[in-house]
């Protein structure tokens, strides 16, 4: 993922719009990538994972789209609501490494 | 069914000092992993175990080491602690992890905020 120092990306979208939350990795052997989402005060939550032999996989209300020829990942997110307010994390695992290697983060703020 | 539960949830130590941090998997989960989230690194991998075994170690000093029990509970421990260390230290739990052919679903507790004076 990119590397931000302190201040994270951030992205601000109406309520009832659709978002996009973008992801650069850097290791061409990733083989595994998965979206967290953090809520203030509490601990990372799993979203959606996709295999490196997909480019697309869809989730309840969520899209993840892989793009491995420019080593790209998207979150679509349709329909935003106040709760999907959060930092969102993209996490990668390489090869036998079978560690996950997350991304900086992008803050979610939907507007009412 | 309870989720990962840490404690403490917040400490406050001094330089030179050693901390140990606690955490409770979600029943049934053999994989424990732990990381350490600062605003400037990130979330970064700390080490992963599974049937009381380390099974796999990301890039910290050796003053951050960890243990299972047998009902999978885990510590972890810093020792001579430094003012780098402050961070928000996470424990994420799952069935069988990723080295064991699990997926990358983990559950993550709400952490133990370290502050490091």
């Known amino acids: 993922g990119e590397s931000v120092g302190l201040h994270l990306p951030t992205l601000s979208v109406q309520e009832g719009d659709n978002s996009i939350i973008n992801c650069a990795y850097s290791?061409?052997?990733?083989?595994?990538f998965i979206w967290y989402k953090q809520e203030s005060g509490k601990g990372p939550q799993f979203i959606i994972d996709?295999?490196?032999?997909?480019d697309k996989r869809q989730g309840q209300r969520v899209t993840v789209l892989l793009n491995k020829t420019v080593k790209h990942l998207s979150l679509q997110i349709a329909a935003t609501q106040p709760g999907d307010s959060a930092v969102y994390f993209c996490?990668?695992?390489?090869?036998?490494?079978?560690?996950?290697?997350f991304g900086s983060g992008t803050q979610l703020t939907v507007l009412p | 069914k309870a989720g990962v539960t840490q404690t403490p949830r917040y400490l406050i130590k001094t330089r030179g000092q050693q901390v140990t941090l606690s955490c409770s998997p979600i029943?049934?989960?053999?994989?424990v992993s732990w990381y350490q989230q600062t605003p400037g690194q990130g979330l970064q991998f700390l080490f992963e175990?599974?049937?009381?075994?380390?099974?796999n170690k990301g890039n910290f000093p050796g003053r951050f080491s960890g243990r299972q029990f047998s009902n999978s509970r885990s510590e972890m421990n810093v020792s001579t602690l430094e003012l780098g260390d402050s961070a928000l230290y996470l424990c994420?739990?799952?069935?069988?992890?990723?080295?064991?052919?699990?997926?990358?679903?983990?559950?993550f507790g709400e952490g133990s905020r370290l502050t490091v004076l």
């Open positions: 290791n061409s052997a990733s083989d595994y």
């Open positions: 996709i295999r490196s032999n997909m």
């Open positions: 029943s049934g989960h053999r994989s």
């Open positions: 996490a990668e695992n390489y090869g036998s490494a079978r560690q996950l290697t």
């Open positions: 994420a739990s799952s069935l069988k992890g990723l080295a064991g052919g699990g997926t990358g679903e983990l559950f």
């Open positions: 175990y599974f049937s009381e075994t380390q099974r």
